[in-house]
């Protein structure tokens, strides 16, 4: 059998994608979800879920070319988010509730403060930031429910996860954070993950009403830090990542 091969262990007791059950979750999708979801995702050859994990066999698109254009992903989530309004944790209750792991989510985020705190090219601004967040991770996290109403969401809709067809057609990947959630935080992750400052704008209007972003930009601002910890001081990710936390900040001080 010919595709991408995805297999996923178990996860560890009580991990996030453990809490989260991930990996089981992506199968599910690509059994329940996929065959209607009115957006292009790879197809499915083989899905099995073991003792021993799960396996996918999806369609290769490693000749598509990674990413998208932002506006056209912006509108290509909004598609999604406006078909399922209101239906999806209706017809999948076993699809991620809003706030799911928060406490996890939390405690990561307080153990990686002191790492924050301590790189020399995190602007103050956004150290202050992160410094306001310690002990809040669960609270805005929760803060996301009142965001609109509930849809199919992405859950990790960043450039990384979206390739584009030579004929320019967009197929969206990786869906192991598919969620139930208001449909502005995969535009809020979709911004902060991947869209230059100079775009946001343009980016959130081809999306469509987005009169709560600033709502859930906290709960994605965490997100944003603890990947930015990930980089390497002084590195182009880390200042792409700084660019990026900075028009979030600044769109919440607004």
Same mark, same amino acid.
């Given at each position: 059998?010919?595709?991408?091969?995805?297999?996923?262990?178990?996860?560890?007791?009580?991990?996030?994608?453990?809490?989260?059950?991930?990996? &089981?979750?992506?199968?599910?999708?690509?059994? %329940?979800? =996929?065959?209607?979801? @009115?957006?292009?995702?790879?197809?499915?050859?083989?899905?099995?879920? =073991?003792? %021993?994990?799960?396996?996918?066999?999806?369609?290769?698109?490693?000749?598509?070319?990674?990413?998208?254009?932002?506006?056209?992903?912006?509108?290509?989530?909004?598609?999604?988010?406006?078909?399922? +309004?209101?239906?999806?944790?209706?017809?999948?209750?076993?699809?991620?509730?809003?706030?799911?792991?928060?406490?996890?989510?939390?405690?990561?985020?307080? #153990?990686?403060?002191?790492?924050?705190? +301590?790189?020399?090219?995190?602007?103050?601004?956004? #150290?202050?930031? =992160?410094?306001?967040?310690? @002990? &809040?991770?669960?609270?805005?996290?929760?803060?996301?429910?009142?965001? @609109?109403?509930? !849809?199919?969401?992405?859950?990790?809709?960043?450039?990384?996860?979206?390739?584009?067809?030579?004929?320019?057609? *967009?197929?969206?990947?990786?869906?192991?954070?598919?969620?139930?959630?208001? @449909?502005?935080?995969?535009?809020?992750?979709?911004?902060?993950?991947?869209?230059?400052?100079?775009?946001?704008? +343009?980016? !959130?209007?081809?999306?469509?009403? =987005?009169?709560?972003?600033? !709502?859930? *930009?906290?709960?994605?601002?965490?997100?944003? *830090?603890?990947?930015?910890?990930?980089?390497?001081?002084?590195?182009?990710?880390?200042?792409?990542?700084?660019? #990026? *936390?900075?028009?979030? %900040?600044?769109?919440?001080?607004?």
């Amino acid at each position: 059998m010919h595709g991408f091969v995805k297999r996923r262990g178990v996860p560890e007791p009580g991990s996030i994608p453990e809490v989260l059950d991930m990996f &089981r979750a992506e199968v599910r999708f690509y059994r %329940e979800i =996929a065959p209607v979801v @009115g957006v292009r995702v790879p197809a499915c050859l083989h899905s099995e879920i =073991a003792a %021993e994990g799960t396996t996918l066999v999806l369609e290769d698109l490693s000749s598509w070319q990674p990413g998208a254009d932002p506006i056209a992903h912006a509108q290509l989530l909004s598609h999604m988010h406006q078909h399922w +309004a209101g239906q999806a944790p209706l017809r999948w209750p076993w699809l991620r509730p809003v706030g799911a792991a928060a406490d996890l989510v939390g405690d990561l985020f307080d #153990r990686t403060m002191p790492t924050l705190a +301590a790189r020399p090219d995190l602007p103050a601004n956004l #150290r202050s930031l =992160a410094g306001r967040l310690v @002990g &809040r991770v669960p609270m805005v996290e929760q803060d996301i429910a009142s965001a @609109g109403p509930l !849809t199919l969401v992405h859950g990790d809709a960043s450039a990384h996860n979206v390739r584009t067809s030579p004929n320019g057609e *967009l197929a969206l990947l990786d869906w192991e954070d598919v969620s139930a959630a208001p @449909g502005v935080i995969d535009l809020a992750w979709l911004l902060l993950s991947s869209v230059d400052p100079s775009q946001w704008a +343009a980016v !959130t209007a081809a999306y469509g009403p =987005a009169e709560h972003l600033t !709502t859930v *930009l906290p709960a994605v601002v965490v997100q944003g *830090l603890l990947s930015f910890a990930d980089t390497a001081e002084g590195s182009a990710e880390a200042q792409a990542w700084i660019g #990026r *936390l900075n028009a979030a %900040e600044h769109w919440l001080a607004a």
